[in-house]
């Protein structure tokens, strides 16, 4: 469950392989378990088994509370009652640790995955129709002559995207998260399973198109890569600091819009490197193919210890 806004629970995730047709239904973090707090007065409160449940508190002014539970696999409450708990039991609930700690594990496998294949592994990220799939089937069709790239496509719903890389040649993998709002690491291992990417190659993985959750959670990738379109706003990054912040470059997209936006890209990339001073930036334009330079030397620079593309071939 995502502990930014509990957009997982109840999710019905699926990984669909585009060459097969294959349709696998991933289980999700949904459990029952029942428990029992006891107070400081020694008096034993149990709780139902559902994964989802109501109960009372009363305090010590004796004031009377109802509330309702939800919980992680863990038994971590994922609600504004945790306040209560930690007022009526004495104790601190950390959710973001004990789930991200899962997360973090099984992503650093993938690392340890990706790296005994040789395989550069890229996590793009951004806001719904930022570019990201544009920009993804003109790398690839730019690039597949010299590099094998394969993608593990992130969406709530549909294959739609998945359907337009696989028309490049691509490899491709779908994986649906349904109420989810972004990729997680043991979702990306299950699709590394189906996707089976050859040695020396390239994993895009396009993550659901989200400025918030993605930045929490590590997928195993080499570097995170935040697709912005000039017709978002300049500020972007600095009301979305943390997202830029864990991410290693920033693609300026759709520039070729530029002379019907109100965008100020100085201010833009100036924001960007206030929150992220290291953060490289390229502006580009999938559709006329400005800028791609840049971005294709970059991801030549990441290939080490693959090996470095031949630009003169």
Known sequence: MCVTCGCSDGAETTLTNLETGEVVAMANSNHDQSHTHTLPDGTAIA?????????????PDGRVITHTHTHDSS??????????????????????????????????????????????????????????TTLLTRTIQDLQAKLPINVIEGDQATANDAQKIQETGCNVVQINTGTGCHLEAAMVERGCTQLNPPLNSVVMIENVGNLVCPALFDLGEQAKVAILSVTEGDDKPIKYPHIFRASQVMILTKIDLLPYVDFDVERCIE???????????????????????????????????LQPLN???
């Open 47 to 59: 709780h139902s088994s559902s994964s989802s449940h109501s109960h009372t508190h009363t305090l």
């Open 311 to 313: 630009w003169d071939t």
């Open 271 to 305: 924001y960007a490197r206030t929150v992220n001073p290291q953060m490289q930036v390229f502006q580009v334009s999938a559709k006329t193919g400005v800028g791609l330079e840049g971005w294709y030397e970059w991801l030549n620079s990441q290939l080490q210890p």
């Open 75 to 132: 038994g971590n409450h994922h609600d504004e009652a945790s306040q209560v708990h930690a007022q009526v039991h004495g104790t601190k609930i950390s959710l973001e640790e004990d789930i991200l700690a899962k997360n973090n594990l099984i992503a650093a496998q993938n690392r340890g995955w990706f790296k005994g294949r040789n395989i550069l592994a890229l996590n793009l990220v951004s806001s719904p129709g930022a570019g990201k």
